[in-house]
T-cell receptor
Framework: DSGVTQTPKHLITATGQRVTLRCSPRSGDLSVYWYQQSLDQGLQFLIQ???????AKGNILERFSAQQFPDLHSELNLSSLELGDSALYFC???????????FGPGTRLTVT | AQTVTQSQPEMSVQEAETVTLSCTYD???????LFWYKQPPSRQMILVIRQEAYKQQNATENRFSVNFQKAAKSFSLKISDSQLGDTAMYFC???????????FGAGTILRVKS
């Protein structure tokens, strides 16, 4: 158990819908990272927040957004969902703006 | 941009034997970190081993060791005394010293046979 929690574990929704994925980092970690693992794109970095501020952006679609709250938990919002958004979404956390990243168990999103 | 290449999509090994997974990477940075992550059927990402580029000594964690060749930009993982529980997808990953994102290879599926 890495100490990073993600909810829900599984999510099934229809195209065009909006979902919110939640992540709680390890106690004491200030950075949260979001990654997407899909069959065709592999594991890709989406976005990082550090102490409430966006710090780095990767291959994140405009339909996706994220935020980190004062209690340091983070949410990834996915809207206007398409079939291709079906993937495993991982959250990771680290103590500082860089550093060893510990991964949560992931949220499996299925868009039908 | 950094890239990570794992040229072996699948490998298999007999229980108790040794197997080596290959990884090459491309970067212009001199200071960076390399990792091997294991992803079993549960899909959890588990850190297996890490290597700092400024350290010449190869990292070792119990049955897992790496062969880090900085000039060749190669970072292979050796698993000794393979166990059934080692069956998983293995990802090689890179992050530069000032970077935020892990760059992953495509992964190698390892099957340990009894």
């Amino acid at each position: 158990d890495s100490g990073v929690t993600q909810t829900p574990k599984h999510l099934i929704t229809a195209t065009g819908q909006r979902v919110t994925l939640r992540c709680s980092p390890r106690s004491g970690d200030l950075s949260v990272y979001w990654y997407q693992q899909s069959l065709d794109q592999g594991l890709q970095f989406l976005i990082q927040y550090y102490n409430g501020e966006e710090r780095a952006k990767g291959n994140i679609l405009e339909r996706f957004s994220a935020q980190q709250f004062p209690d340091l938990h983070s949410e990834l919002n996915l809207s206007s969902l398409e079939l291709g958004d079906s993937a495993l979404y991982f959250c990771a956390s680290s103590v500082g703006p860089q550093g060893l990243q510990y991964f949560g168990p992931g949220t499996r999103l299925t868009v039908t | 941009a950094q890239t990570v290449t794992q040229s072996q999509p699948e490998m298999s090994v007999q229980e108790a034997e040794t197997v080596t997974l290959s990884c090459t990477y491309d970067t212009s940075e001199s200071n960076y970190y390399l990792f091997w992550y294991k992803q079993p059927p549960s899909r959890q990402m588990i850190l297996v081993i890490r290597q700092e580029a400024y350290k010449q000594q190869n990292a070792t964690e119990n049955r897992f060791s790496v062969n880090f060749q900085k000039a060749a930009k190669s970072f292979s993982l050796k698993i000794s005394d393979s166990q059934l529980g080692d069956t998983a997808m293995y990802f090689c990953a890179f992050i530069d010293a000032y970077g935020n994102k892990l760059v992953f290879g495509a992964g190698t599926i390892l099957r340990v046979k009894s």
